[in-house]
């Protein structure tokens, strides 16, 4: 196919269809697989028992299989101990690995609400808090400056004074 070209529903619905059915014959075929080679274990590792003979014969082989099924219950129990053992470490580094990358917090999201309002969502509805924070702050009253005008003195004096100075100059 060409990359122009798309697939239709029904040509992909029918090759998804195909995979379904492959995939599910190989299922079968490895659960037939799984019971051939548990059957040929078996026969292998675990021969008929020979029952012909008297009972002190059975009695023996009896106490034989009760003592392997012993032996293979403490090894069963010793596997569970180490694989738990496993999943706990593996467990606790997860939690290391997180504590390493961080918590990423989420951006905070713009809310307007009154002080009165965010109080009664944090203390409850019972909570009647009333925060009008502008009466608790204090009254300062604005001072003024004076400037002294003393100080500073008359502009228009100071003028006089420099076109007097100007005359001095040009007279000599």
Known sequence: MSEGKKMTSSRRHHLKSLM?????????????DAIVAKEAYIAENCPA????????ALMEICKKLHHAIDKIDEERYDTAAKVEK??????????KVIELAGVKKPALKKVRMSADAMLKALLGSKHT????????LKQVKKETKEESTEAVGDW??????KADRKKMFESS
């Open 86 to 95: 496993v999943d706990k470490e593996i467990q606790d580094l997860k939690l």
């Open 129 to 136: 808090v009333n925060m009008d924070l502008r009466a608790n």
């Open 20 to 32: 379904l059915q492959i995939a599910a014959g190989w299922l079968e075929q490895e659960k037939k």
């Open 156 to 161: 228009r004096k100071n003028i006089e004074d």
């Open 49 to 56: 028992p020979d029952l012909s003979g008297d009972t002190a």
